[in-house]
């Protein structure tokens, strides 16, 4: 007797769906990522929108609900203007690192699209957003979704309280500093989102006990050694240096009204909700897309869904990985899912199916066998720049056909600096790694001391990479915004960090206007 494999029924039949079918996606779906992947994810929300509500998630930096702003406007004009000419597509999904985990899907997605994005997004974005351990350290996915319903409504309340202009004007100043608003190396204590949203009058009250002490200008003239002392501690006081520029002046800005205060706090924590994603972009492509391809693998081999979802499927699949050469006009760099895809497939070559080169190479995971748990101890414990230093093999990089040119402005032409020989191959791997390496890929500028005793004046440091210097028209404007945050004058000085030479020095000054009583006051 010949036992017959049970074929599961189809999940749909053609492109049309319903809500009851994207129940039965999700669920199929599910099983598939937990049964064969043993993926961990948060709880799902799956949500249906329209082209216009996709059109406003981009303007909201894909975020449920959002204060307002006028450069959201903006940006959805912009978006809507190209979405309309045709000039780009829209994309199929987006989703929110939360718990629940919420997912966009577009209403004019196929019965396979939906099924494809449910597998990409919700299981697997869902799976990297849980277990990265960046994501771990700097989000808090059980409190955003609350925090962001109070900085809406606050927002709203200081647009009435003290008017639309200074809220916008603040706004803007805050979103010009927020690339420099974030903690890059962990605090003591996890953020926990709840229990900010809560601790806001308990601030308000710590400022007034806190800041006349800071401010009070000491009288006399120190001597040498009492003004060395007296610097040190001052400095030590403020936390100097300070990296987290918002920090330091929504806790140390002289002139800063609490409400004025709890805006910049808002800024930043978004501003630090969006860190990690910005250093794991291949990793979490990559890894959302070798899922939603193993899934909807099983799903065809196992009957779920027929031929022709499938090929609808490998030609969506086929354009997302696709790598254009560098001299194609829509060549923009390395696209990261094609990229992250390749070496998540190529992690899974080592471990089933392994060369000697792998096995020299990557002793640890050649013929291990155990592919998938190897993946997971990735996605987990990896960001973009070691993760390309880890796992970038030789054989992906001829395939890739990858060189290290250097190009050097002082010479005529272009250098070919590593080939396809072993040292080679750590050149290129090297190389590629540290584009993505949060040190080079944002200035390091860091405030370093506060005149408490004279004019109050706020001295900033750039330390160069490479001798590379700011670009002079963005650092007038933003140094200008930061002076009117301080209220006083602010120094940035651009050094060498080899030997301190001072490079260069941007100064900007902010004129005092006084309120009503007297006091200063900024807006």
Same mark, same amino acid.
């Given at each position: 007797?010949?036992?017959?494999?049970?074929?599961?029924?189809?999940?749909?039949?053609?492109?049309?769906?319903?809500?009851?079918?994207?129940?039965?996606?999700?669920?199929?779906?599910?099983?598939?990522?937990?049964?064969?992947?043993?993926?961990?994810?948060?709880?799902?929300?799956?949500?249906?929108?329209?082209?216009?509500?996709?059109?406003?998630?981009?303007?909201?930096?894909?975020?449920?609900?959002?204060?307002?702003?006028?450069?959201?406007?903006?940006?959805?004009?912009?978006?809507?203007?190209?979405?309309?000419?045709?000039?780009?597509?829209?994309?199929?999904?987006?989703?929110?690192?939360?718990?629940?985990?919420?997912?966009?899907?577009?209403?004019?997605?196929?019965?396979?699209?939906?099924?494809?994005?449910?597998?990409?997004?919700?299981?697997?974005?869902?799976?990297?957003?849980?277990?990265?351990?960046?994501?771990?350290?700097?989000?808090?996915?059980?409190?955003?979704?609350?925090?962001?319903?109070?900085?809406?409504?606050?927002?709203?309340?200081?647009?009435?309280?003290?008017?639309?202009?200074?809220?916008?004007?603040?706004?803007?100043?805050?979103?010009?500093?927020?690339?420099?608003?974030?903690?890059?190396?962990?605090?003591?204590?996890?953020?926990?989102?709840?229990?900010?949203?809560?601790?806001?009058?308990?601030?308000?009250?710590?400022?007034?006990?806190?800041?006349?002490?800071?401010?009070?200008?000491?009288?006399?003239?120190?001597?040498?050694?009492?003004?060395?002392?007296?610097?040190?501690?001052?400095?030590?006081?403020?936390?100097?240096?300070?990296?987290?520029?918002?920090?330091?002046?929504?806790?140390?800005?002289?002139?800063?009204?609490?409400?004025?205060?709890?805006?910049?706090?808002?800024?930043?924590?978004?501003?630090?909700?969006?860190?990690?994603?910005?250093?794991?972009?291949?990793?979490?492509?990559?890894?959302?897309?070798?899922?939603?391809?193993?899934?909807?693998?099983?799903?065809?081999?196992?009957?779920?869904?027929?031929?022709?979802?499938?090929?609808?499927?490998?030609?969506? &699949?086929?354009? !997302?990985?696709?790598?254009?050469? #560098?001299? @194609?006009?829509?060549?923009?760099? *390395?696209?990261?899912? +094609?990229?992250?895809?390749?070496?998540?497939?190529?992690?899974?070559?080592?471990?089933?199916?392994?060369?000697?080169?792998?096995?020299?190479?990557?002793?640890?995971?050649?013929?291990?066998?155990?592919?998938?748990?190897?993946?997971?101890?990735?996605?987990?414990?990896?960001?973009?720049?070691?993760?390309?230093?880890?796992?970038?093999?030789?054989?992906?990089?001829?395939?890739?056909?990858?060189?290290?040119?250097?190009?050097?402005?002082?010479?005529?032409?272009?250098?070919?600096?590593?080939?396809?020989?072993?040292?080679?191959?750590?050149?290129?791997?090297?190389?590629?790694?540290?584009?993505?390496?949060?040190?080079?890929?944002?200035?390091?500028?860091?405030?370093?001391?506060?005149?408490?005793?004279?004019?109050?004046?706020?001295?900033?440091? &750039?330390?160069? !990479?490479?001798?590379?210097?700011? #670009?002079? @028209?963005?650092?007038?404007?933003? *140094?200008?915004?930061? +002076?009117?945050?301080?209220?006083?004058?602010?120094?940035?000085?651009?050094?060498?960090?080899?030997?301190?030479?001072?490079?260069?020095?941007?100064?900007?000054?902010?004129?005092?206007?006084?309120?009503?009583?007297?006091?200063?006051?900024?807006?």
């Amino acid at each position: 007797m010949v036992a017959i494999a049970e074929k599961h029924p189809l999940l749909f039949t053609g492109s049309d769906w319903d809500f009851d079918t994207i129940r039965r996606i999700h669920e199929t779906v599910g099983e598939v990522a937990g049964r064969q992947l043993g993926l961990d994810t948060y709880p799902n929300q799956i949500e249906v929108i329209t082209a216009e509500q996709m059109l406003d998630a981009y303007a909201s930096t894909g975020m449920p609900q959002l204060y307002r702003h006028w450069s959201f406007g903006k940006q959805f004009a912009h978006h809507e203007m190209v979405y309309r000419k045709g000039m780009s597509a829209l994309a199929y999904e987006i989703v929110i690192n939360s718990n629940p985990c919420i997912s966009y899907i577009m209403e004019e997605n196929t019965a396979m699209m939906q099924t494809l994005v449910i597998a990409h997004a919700a299981f697997g974005h869902n799976h990297f957003f849980k277990n990265n351990y960046l994501f771990r350290q700097w989000t808090d996915a059980e409190g955003i979704l609350d925090y962001l319903a109070f900085a809406r409504k606050y927002i709203a309340q200081c647009e009435e309280r003290h008017g639309l202009s200074a809220v916008e004007r603040l706004l803007d100043i805050a979103h010009s500093l927020q690339s420099h608003g974030v903690h890059r190396y962990p605090r003591r204590s996890r953020l926990d989102l709840k229990v900010e949203r809560q601790r806001e009058a308990e601030r308000h009250a710590y400022r007034e006990q806190v800041y006349n002490d800071l401010w009070r200008t000491v009288p006399g003239q120190p001597s040498q050694t009492a003004g060395r002392s007296s610097a040190e501690r001052r400095r030590a006081m403020l936390g100097l240096p300070e990296e987290n520029i918002l920090y330091f002046l929504e806790k140390t800005a002289p002139l800063l009204q609490p409400w004025q205060r709890e805006v910049l706090r808002i800024v930043r924590h978004v501003a630090q909700y969006f860190y990690p994603q910005s250093q794991t972009k291949i990793m979490n492509e990559g890894c959302a897309t070798w899922c939603h391809y193993r899934i909807m693998t099983h799903l065809h081999e196992q009957g779920s869904i027929d031929d022709g979802a499938f090929l609808e499927f490998l030609q969506s &699949h086929a354009n !997302v990985i696709m790598q254009p050469t #560098y001299d @194609k006009p829509y060549y923009n760099g *390395l696209n990261p899912y +094609a990229i992250g895809f390749a070496m998540m497939q190529d992690i899974v070559r080592i471990c089933e199916s392994p060369e000697d080169e792998d096995r020299a190479w990557f002793p640890d995971i050649a013929g291990k066998g155990d592919a998938v748990t190897v993946l997971k101890h990735v996605w987990e414990n990896y960001r973009d720049e070691s993760f390309l230093s880890q796992f970038l093999s030789p054989r992906l990089i001829r395939e890739w056909r990858l060189f290290h040119l250097e190009d050097d402005s002082t010479k005529p032409t272009l250098r070919v600096d590593a080939i396809h020989d072993e040292r080679g191959y750590r050149r290129i791997r090297n190389a590629l790694s540290r584009q993505y390496d949060i040190g080079w890929q944002q200035a390091d500028i860091q405030i370093i001391d506060v005149d408490l005793d004279g004019d109050r004046q706020l001295t900033l440091q &750039h330390n160069t !990479v490479n001798g590379i210097l700011l #670009y002079e @028209k963005d650092i007038d404007q933003v *140094l200008q915004n930061l +002076a009117a945050i301080w209220g006083y004058k602010v120094v940035l000085r651009e050094v060498d960090p080899a030997t301190g030479r001072l490079i260069k020095e941007h100064i900007a000054r902010t004129p005092q206007r006084n309120g009503p009583n007297g006091e200063d006051q900024l807006f």
